[in-house]
């Protein structure tokens, strides 16, 4: 079972912890920590090491943030180098966040992969969804 911190600038964190809970409901194993205004990379390593260390020995985290090379993505690579059990993926948003639970009883290396692919897929365009639809339509009517 993996455990998922969402972590990025500002609130950003605790507004997609937020609405995942009002989706999903409640989850011990996914929880929020934002990097706010005043803070550092020091301050942000400690909340996610005070994290990784109250986890059972071996368990596997995966850490979602929002920027690539940001202070929380910095903080993370520090605490992730060297350790089989922690990895990274930037880009966070609400539909990975989803997916990401819901699929957290994979190894963590599984949860990455399946990730990386249906991430892709979340962005949608209006206007091409409609057009897939209409000729849809129209194949059927044929």
Known sequence: MVS???SGHGQL???ILDAFEMIFGADQDVQAIPFLK???LPQ???KYTNV????EENKELLILVDV???TPYNA???LAFGKDNVDILSGV???MVLEAAAGKKQSLTQLVDYLKKVSKDGIKNFKEEVAKLQKDEDEEDL
Do not use: C, D, W
């Not at 990784?52 to 986890?55: A, C, G, K, R, W």
């Open 44 to 46: 942000v390593n400690e």
């Open 52 to 55: 990784y260390n109250s986890l």
């Open 93 to 95: 948003n609400l539909p």
């Open 4 to 6: 998922i911190i969402i």
């Open 38 to 40: 005043g803070e550092g």
């Open 13 to 15: 964190s605790v507004g």
């Open 76 to 78: 993370a690579a520090q």
């Open 68 to 70: 690539f090379g940001g």
